[in-house]
């Protein structure tokens, strides 16, 4: 019918279709969508002494929705929720806490270590007083001017004792009546043994004082006599035990001291009239002139070479002359007459 418009339609972003009436703007619906809010409706008041007029019956109406470019309306982001705040406990509570798990860690290992220690003292109480190590042998070595029966009287207080309170301090202490022994070393053998390694004195010489026959040792220690001085094998000084400490006494015995064992044996005596004039016999007679103690090592060494490489005659030749003299005063020129 002409008489009869219909109401233009609006379309709204993302929403439905809203009929508008023209006319009366209080029926007309939502408005799109904008920043500001929609304006407050009012509803009209009837007019008084007014009759109302009867509704026009509404015409139905197609609502058609058009499609906003760029695809479908951007939904509000969510914010990210709030991170809570975790509440640490105070770093003084913390240091306290690890305080005292510490000292409870080191108290245990101190009460290991401690009872270890305990236990460890009691044992090595019980092996130092323990009856099964009380010293019952000893066994001697390394004598011959002492005698081993000596040597075992010297030590018998230590019978009984146990072997780990028993030190070399105490065996060489015990030992210093015997004069021969000049230095030992100990080892103890469990249950009940101990060796004794014995170090004397080494004679150089034989001393005769009158009808005794007495054998010293480069200081002039007498460490014990004999009956018949060949035996032993020494050089014989005269002059009697009031020679021993004086100069000449010393230099004689230093002398004997610097040769080697095989040249004292063939030393039939010694004698000097002065410590710078020692002079020893052989047991063949022949005489060594040694001089002072001056270069007392080479002077050994010059007088063996020349005791054990004896002139020997050559063939055609004149037989050599045979030596009565060693001369070994200067050692880098020895002379032989």
């Known amino acids: 019918m002409a008489g009869k418009r219909k109401p233009p339609v609006i379309a709204t972003g993302g929403g439905q279709a809203q009929t508008r009436r ?5 029926e007309a619906g939502p408005a799109s969508p904008r920043t500001e809010p929609p304006a407050a409706q009012s509803t009209p008041l009837p007019e008084p002494n007014r009759t109302p007029e009867p509704k026009r019956a509404e015409a139905p109406c197609k609502v ?3 499609p906003i470019p760029g695809g479908e309306a951007k939904r509000p982001e969510a914010k990210p929720a709030q991170a809570k705040v975790l509440a640490f406990p105070d770093s003084k509570q913390r240091q306290r806490k690890q305080q005292a798990a510490g000292g409870g860690r080191r108290w245990r290992l101190w009460a290991v270590l401690g009872g270890f220690a305990v236990v460890l003292a009691l044992l090595m ?10 010293l019952k042998t000893i066994t001697v070595d390394g004598t011959k001017l002492a005698s081993s029966d000596q040597v075992q009287a010297a030590l018998a207080p230590l019978k009984g004792k146990p072997l780990t309170q028993i030190d070399q301090g105490q065996v060489q202490q015990l030992l210093t009546g015997l004069v021969q022994v000049q230095s030992v070393s100990v080892e103890a053998r469990p249950p009940s043994t101990l060796l004794v390694h014995v170090v004397e004195r080494i004679p150089v010489a034989v001393l005769k004082n009158g009808e005794q026959f007495i054998l010293v040792d480069p200081q002039g220690t007498q460490l014990g ?21 004086q100069a000449t006494f010393s230099s004689i015995t230093a002398v004997l001291a610097a040769l080697p064992e095989e040249v004292r044996a063939q030393m039939q005596s ?68």
Do not use: C, H
């Not at 006599?225 to 060949?230: I, L």
């Open 64 to 66: 058609s929705v058009a």
């Open 125 to 134: 109480l019980a092996v130092m007083f323990s009856p099964l190590l009380a």
């Open 270 to 337: 010694a004698a000097a009239s002065s410590p710078n004039a020692v002079e020893l016999t052989l047991l063949d007679g022949k005489k060594v002139v040694w001089g002072d103690a001056s270069q007392m090592a080479l002077k050994a060494k010059v007088l063996q070479t020349l005791l054990n490489n004896p002139p020997v005659a050559q063939p055609g030749k004149p037989a050599p002359a045979p030596i009565n003299t060693y001369d070994v005063s200067t050692p880098k020129y020895p002379v032989t007459r």
């Open 22 to 26: 023209p006319g009366n703007p209080a």
């Open 225 to 245: 006599t004999v009956a018949d001085p060949a035996a032993a094998k020494l050089p014989l000084i005269d002059g009697g035990t009031a020679a021993i400490g």
